[in-house]
């Protein structure tokens, strides 16, 4: 009797509640619940931002870190991280429109709807393609990166830079004396004179030269990115039947300088917290100086680096060659041994090891 009672008692309480604070609790309860969710899926979006920037970077282990935590937050995160990319895309697509037609009107407005062409460049009806010539010689005495640029601004400077012998040649001048080339391979081809070797392989076909001849580049960084799989071992006690795998992620880093000197660093650290700081001068920790020099075989383009310690003498060989159009822009792995201080050899094993790829960084410019 008292149980029913106290049953009754409740439900009368209840029904004496105003509904319309019922339905205002429930509509803030609904909000709150809305809030939560678009939250979550800000915080989904952001995680999962941070996995795609870690997969470009080639820390595959952080990267799926990420996008487990990114999925576990909001399920649908993709979805919504596609959406975003969409609505910024249409947002930057409608923008450009815009502007485009508010020149387009403002240009109506000023000529009396008059088509009107663009004014052409009085540099170029002013200066003779001599001086024009000249300007082109310096730019690319800056960097292979101003030619290209100078190239695309109009078609009298592409003809001016592609068309002509003389920006292959100043170019071709500027990079090959700075290779170091290995005097032991140059005396065994009997070759005492590398311009007269020029001479006869190419004569004056810089272009061909520049595209067949392999050289190294000094604006930027080698960097070889490597993930593999390692399978661990249960806890004692375990009793899983699925051994756990971790993926393991590591850095190879190489900066060469004219001198034929060459920074080498092997690291887990990302690219970001590398290359601000990677020079001789400001040598990174567990970094390595070593001597790099271009040899005859694969077309000039054998590159071997070497280091040396206390007990041992490393020896790497590398072979430079193209990345799709992308002349030079690749280190492909020939071999890696160890000298100890009897002569005897030993061969390191190349299975895990990928190629470097060339990474230009505009602060190394002024330095090469």
Not at 279 to 301: A, V, Y
């Amino acid at each position: 009797m008292f149980e029913t009672g106290s049953l009754y008692e409740r439900f009368k309480l209840v029904s004496n509640i105003n509904p319309e604070l019922l339905n205002r609790g429930i509509l803030h309860s609904k909000l709150i619940r809305s809030k939560m969710a678009v939250d979550s899926a800000k915080e989904a979006i952001a995680c999962w931002e941070k996995a795609v920037q870690k997969e470009r970077d080639g820390s595959m282990n952080d990267a799926i870190k990420f996008y487990r935590e990114a999925l576990k937050t909001h399920e649908d995160v993709e979805k919504l991280y596609r959406n975003k990319l969409l609505e910024e895309y249409s947002l930057h697509e409608g923008l450009g429109k815009l502007q485009l037609k508010q020149s387009g009107s403002e240009e109506k407005f000023d000529h009396d709807n008059k088509e009107r062409c663009m004014d052409p460049c009085w540099l170029l009806n002013i200066l003779p393609n001599d001086i024009l010539a000249r300007i082109v010689h310096f730019v690319v005495l800056q960097s292979g990166e101003s030619w290209l640029q100078l190239s695309l601004t109009c078609s009298t400077f592409n003809h001016l830079c592609f068309h002509e012998t003389d920006p292959y040649r100043t170019f071709a001048h500027l990079i090959y004396p700075k290779q170091c080339y290995d005097q032991t391979s140059l005396s065994l081809n009997g070759v005492s004179n590398l311009q007269v070797l020029e001479d006869n392989l190419w004569g004056n076909n810089y272009p061909q030269m520049l595209k067949k001849r392999p050289y190294v580049k000094f604006e930027g960084l080698y960097i070889s990115v490597v993930n593999y799989l390692r399978y661990g071992a249960n806890e004692n006690g375990s009793r899983s039947w699925i051994n756990p795998i971790h993926m393991i992620t590591y850095y190879r880093y190489f900066r060469f300088y004219p001198d034929g000197r060459c920074l080498r660093l092997l690291t887990t650290d990302e690219p970001s917290l590398v290359v601000s700081h990677f020079s001789i001068d400001t040598p990174p920790k567990n970094s390595e100086l070593c001597h790099w020099s271009l040899g005859f075989d694969h077309g000039f383009g054998h590159l071997t680096i070497t280091r040396s310690s206390s007990k041992y003498r490393f020896v790497e060989e590398l072979q430079i060659k193209d990345q799709g159009f992308r002349i030079h822009q690749r280190l492909k792995w020939l071999s890696s041994i160890i000298v100890d201080k009897e002569g005897e050899v030993t061969e390191c094993s190349m299975k895990k090891e990928k190629p470097f790829f060339f990474s230009r960084v505009r602060s190394y410019v002024s330095a090469s």
